[in-house]
């Protein structure tokens, strides 16, 4: 067994044949932060003793005061043999929708720990992720964490993974987080089979960015992988997607505490800060290089974060506008992939539309504006975008229903996905029959184990990005996962579906759907209406239309009866009290040409119950 | 009254009101409510304060609660003079509940009296009790109509058994007509409350109560649709789906199937749920409560209004008869409404009133709406035109609506 390390090697003055960078590829409750903090500890960057009361209450106070609580990149010591080594833990975000900044992460990296629970098996996302990895030419250490649980199956989940990336179950590590067990042996290991960097110390500076974090107190600090040359404080820097210069105001790496450093060498990863305010200066995937001696060629790799799925995100008061602009603008400084622009629906009044890279994004950026900034929001149906042509050959790019063009249309083309699905293999039927109603054309299908399988199909991404997900678990009995990643544009058969209250479109309500579906949305949303919309003074019909056809109808019949009988024996407060409370509910209702509208109704009409209780487990 | 009591500032224990309770009190009527706590069975509808025989003790019980509320009476008169209200004759007395009829005929007798001893009475006054067909004889009634009652009111609610039977009623259909007759022979008016929209009525069960109850020629008829409160067990019942839930186009239906047949028998509407004979039969108590005059209510639970001040009583008779007895105020909280809040009441009780609303109680965001109530059919456009708004059969049943529409500010 490995002692913890006598001297850790000095930053700027690495010999890249002792530093080993990873990072761990796992899925959200595999216990990879568990792993991660007992690392910190094994490696005495971080004392047992103070683990829980130094560390951990740090990041409480940090959480309070709003700055950065994740280590992007911890720098930890580690000996085998008599030598120190450096070895960088990178962090990669564990969802599909940031698949970009895993990809950086992992390009930042010359191996990866694929960690698993024992009990569980791969989820789909860390099998994209550890497919990933395998692209990038990293070097895989398998690890069954969780041995502790008594559910732990580590005889089949070893197997499974030695299947995926080939090799014997009996080579697949196996730790606890939670006891430690395993986890000096993970560390020999990461030092022995990952290969050292490699770069050219004599090249002008060359760093990939992998992530680019915004604190209120010391702005954007932007985390780097050094590939050639050196970066040093105090000289000037250069982002090459952008030609921007700053200066390097300070350079160091964390352990876990942020060290300044005398620079960066080859192979080595710390992080930077020029006193940039906004993220979008300081890209993840952008090369940073010196300014008086600048490379000739960028990293590769290098993508802008494209939003695919936009909603339309209003404040319930119309009050509160401002403050919804304000939040998106602070969201925005730490949130590269985040767009926005104002909207006007005349149903919701003022609000943004927000692109996103998913419904996780859209769904945590919700609530982050509904939990830090105190908002009540509505956020319309999510849509994808679609590229309309019409018949006089101009094109048109549709984010919201409402833009969609009224002229004869040519042509509609959508977004497609290719997903990975993986299920026991008895729910193999039920994900074919989803897949297929939702458009889908099946792949391929590949057995991981004797009772695990790995479904592909390719479908359109506004198939997905409603309830896919959820209706997918309630169908495999919480066992599948799904990933995807997007694959191209089809032309399909789409149609813009209206919805009208009293003859008055309701742009919230509008929806870009396939021809065959048109209609059964359109009677689902009437239907929905007629139950959330109170009865009016006046009957008022809801009707769904493509074009000028009416494709579904209801009505709401008009109140007959509105008046309590009785005052209780001479109870008017209470009468008063009713009154006021009925006062308060018409100030929240929206009025859509004379029809009164209670928010919820829009909430509830754009919210399927499977996606609530979503909301409810994230 | 409510088993909820509403939420209010703190009263003081020895009762005295602000000094707005004295600002014009001269010029405003005085009446008197008296709460009967009791009740032989509790019905599954009622939500009212009230207990069966056995469930209280002490200065609570029934032998015991016409003394307690004697002593209110007395210090009610106190606290008056004390707040430097002027007194006045009492102009209306009204005893609900429960059922004040479950006590001794002598017992309600001796509060009345004991009433009248404290503030006089005015010529002409209108003494009321409800009752329960069950709980009357040829005797009480001449008992009632020596101590000076001039009104009984019955709880008929419905004529036909299986209504009845949902609501918890006791009574027999056929003791309707004996009792009324009994009323008349003592020489007192004779009120018939009903009540549709319980499970399971048909519109042809409710046709038959109105025409039966219209049969024995009543001076006045209330008609109240059911409200199902939490908490009581028809509402547990209709979750549990064990009677069918509440339907408002029934109500409306049987509504103005109530208004057509009592019309048509020659009473006239003068209140949302309250028809007349005559204008003078109207009850005048309960006029009172719409047009913000003054009474006391005495008795566990009871409200009472002075000058735009509200208050009431604690809720349990034995928290009632403890508090009485230990010589302090039995009210449990009140409210001192301002300016504003005494003009929305005003808009929100006149409105319900065949007399109307004076339109210039409004603001102007608020008389602005009136044309829009005209042309939607819920405004009287004769009245409206002489500055009076009254609802039409279709605004009595949006009532509340018109209220929120005429108080937009």
């Known amino acids: 067994m490995s002692p913890m390390a006598r001297t850790a090697p000095v930053p700027a003055a690495t010999d890249p044949a002792i530093i ?132 732990a199956q580590p005889e089949k989940y070893a197997a499974e993974l030695a299947n995926l990336i080939g090799g014997d179950p009996e080579d697949v590590l196996r730790v606890s987080g939670k006891t430690g067990a395993g986890v000096e042996a993970l560390l020999d290991k990461i030092v022995r089979d990952l290969p050292a960097p490699k770069g050219d110390p004599d090249a002008p500076a060359r760093a990939m960015i992998f992530d680019s974090v915004y604190d209120t107190y010391r702005g954007v600090v932007t985390y780097v992988r050094v590939v050639d040359g050196m970066l040093h404080p105090r000289e000037r820097i250069q982002m090459m997607s952008t030609r921007a210069s700053h200066e390097l105001l300070e350079i160091g790496v964390s352990s876990p505490e942020p060290t300044p450093s005398k620079g960066l060498g080859v192979g080595e990863v710390g992080y930077l800060i020029t006193g940039v305010k906004d993220v979008r200066q300081s890209k993840v995937g952008d090369t940073v290089t010196n300014l008086a001696k600048p490379a000739a060629t960028s990293l590769p790799g290098y993508a802008d974060a494209k939003p695919m799925v936009f909603s339309g995100l209003y404040p319930l008061d119309g009050a509160d506008y401002p403050v919804l602009r304000d939040a998106l603008e602070k969201l925005m400084l730490n949130d590269a992939a985040l767009v926005y622009e104002p909207e006007t629906s005349a149903a919701l009044g003022f609000g943004f539309r927000v692109g996103f890279l998913g419904l996780l994004h859209l769904e945590i950026t919700r609530e982050r504006l509904e939990r830090e900034y105190n908002l009540a929001l509505i956020s319309t149906a999510p849509n994808v975008e679609y590229e309309v042509t019409l018949e006089d050959k101009k094109v048109v790019q549709v984010t919201n229903p409402s833009e969609y063009p009224t002229g004869k249309v040519a042509e509609v083309r959508e977004p497609m996905v290719s997903a990975t699905i993986l299920a026991p293999n008895e729910f193999v039927g039920a994900i074919m029959e989803l897949c297929q109603a939702r458009r889908g054309v099946l792949g391929g299908m590949d057995y991981l184990s004797e009772d695990r399988v790995e479904i592909r199909y390719r479908l359109p991404l506004a198939e997905i990005v409603f309830d896919f997900f959820d209706i997918l678990k309630s169908k495999t009995r919480g066992y599948g996962s799904l990933d995807w990643k997007a694959d191209g544009e089809q032309a399909a058969d789409l149609v813009k579906v209206d919805i009208m209250l009293q003859g008055e479109q309701v742009d919230a309500f509008s929806a870009i759907t396939h021809k065959d579906k048109a209609y059964a949305y359109g009677v689902m949303m009437t239907g929905k209406l007629r139950e959330l919309i109170p009865r009016q003074q006046f009957e008022v019909p809801i009707q769904a239309a493509i074009g000028s056809r009416i494709i579904a109808r209801e009505s709401i019949r008009a109140i007959r009866k509105d008046v309590l009988a009785k005052c209780y024996g001479g109870d008017i407060s209470r009468k008063r009290k009713l009154l006021e409370k009925q006062k308060e509910g018409k100030k929240r209702m929206k009025m859509v040409g004379t029809v009164e509208v209670p928010q919820e109704a829009f909430i509830a009409a754009l919210t399927t119950d499977e996606s609530k209780d979503k909301a409810k487990k994230k | 009254m409510p088993s909820v009591l509403p939420l209010g500032d703190p009263a003081p224990s020895d009762g005295l009101l602000p000094a707005q309770a004295a600002d014009g009190a001269a010029a405003r009527a005085f009446g008197l409510y008296v709460h009967i706590p009791f009740c032989a069975v509790r019905c599954g509808y009622c939500d009212f304060n009230t207990y069966t025989a056995t469930e209280l003790g002490g200065g609570a019980s029934q032998d015991a609660y016409a003394g307690t509320a004697v002593s209110e009476v007395v210090l009610a008169a ?259 409404l301002d300016s504003d809040t005494r003009r929305l009441e005003r808009v929100m009780l006149e409105a319900r009133l065949q007399s109307g609303l004076e339109v210039s109680t409004l603001s102007a965001l608020g008389r602005h709406e009136v044309a829009g109530l005209i042309a939607d059919g819920l405004v009287e456009p004769a009245a409206a035109f002489h500055g009076r708004l009254v609802l039409t059969l279709k605004g009595r049943l949006l009532a509340d609506a018109v209220v929120r529409r005429i108080l937009p500010d």
């Open chain 1, 20 to 151: 080993r960078n990873f990072c761990i590829i796992a899925h959200i409750d595999h216990g990879k932060s568990t792993l991660a903090d007992r690392m910190l500890q094994s490696t005495g960057v971080v004392q047992a003793r103070d683990m829980k009361a130094q560390y951990l209450d740090r990041m409480d106070i940090e959480r309070e005061r709003g700055i950065t609580i994740k280590s992007q990149a911890v720098r930890m010591p580690w000996e085998v043999d008599g030598v120190s080594y450096a070895l960088n833990m990178i962090d990669t975000p564990g969802h599909v929708d940031f698949t970009y900044e895993v990809s950086r992460s992992l390009a930042a990296c010359e191996g990866a720990i694929l960690l698993v629970d024992a009990a569980q098996g791969i989820e789909a996302q860390t099998l994209a992720n550890l497919y990933l990895a395998m692209e990038n030419n990293l070097t895989i250490i398998p690890v069954l964490n969780k041995i502790d649980l008594p559910a």
């Open chain 2, 78 to 336: 106190q606290v008056l003079q004390r707040s430097g209200v002027p007194a006045r004759k009492l102009s209306t007395v009204f005893f609900g509940g429960g059922t004040p009829t479950l006590l001794p005929a002598a017992d309600l007798a001796m509060i009345l009296r004991a009433s009248i001893d404290q503030w006089g009475i005015e010529a002409g006054a209108e003494v009321t009790t409800e009752a329960n067909p069950d709980s009357v004889t040829p005797e009480s009634l001449a008992i009632l109509k020596e101590a000076g009652f001039t009104r009984i009111s019955f709880g008929m609610q419905s004529a036909v058994p299986h209504v009845l039977k949902v609501l918890d009623r006791t009574h027999t259909p056929s003791r309707v007509p004996q009792v009324v007759q009994w009323a008349r022979e003592a020489g007192l008016a004779v009120s018939l409350d009903l009540i549709y929209g319980t499970p399971g009525e048909s519109l042809a069960d409710w046709r038959y109560s109105l025409e039966t109850a219209l049969s024995y020629e009543p001076d006045h008829i209330s008609a109240y649709a059911l409200i199902v409160e939490d908490g009581t067990k028809l509402a547990a019942q209709m979750r549990r789906g064990e009677v069918p839930g509440i339907d408002d186009d029934d109500h409306a239906d049987k509504y103005e199937l109530a208004d057509e047949l009592i019309t048509e028998a020659g009473l006239g509407w003068y209140e949302v749920s309250n028809w007349a004979r005559t204008p003078e039969q109207a009850c005048r108590h309960n006029l009172a409560y719409w047009r913000g005059d003054d009474w006391w209510g005495i008795g566990p639970g009871a409200h009472s209004h002075v000058g735009g001040v509200r208050w009431w009583n604690v809720k349990h008779p034995a928290a009632y008869a403890n508090r009485l007895s230990q010589g302090h105020s039995p009210a449990a909280g009140r409210e001192t």
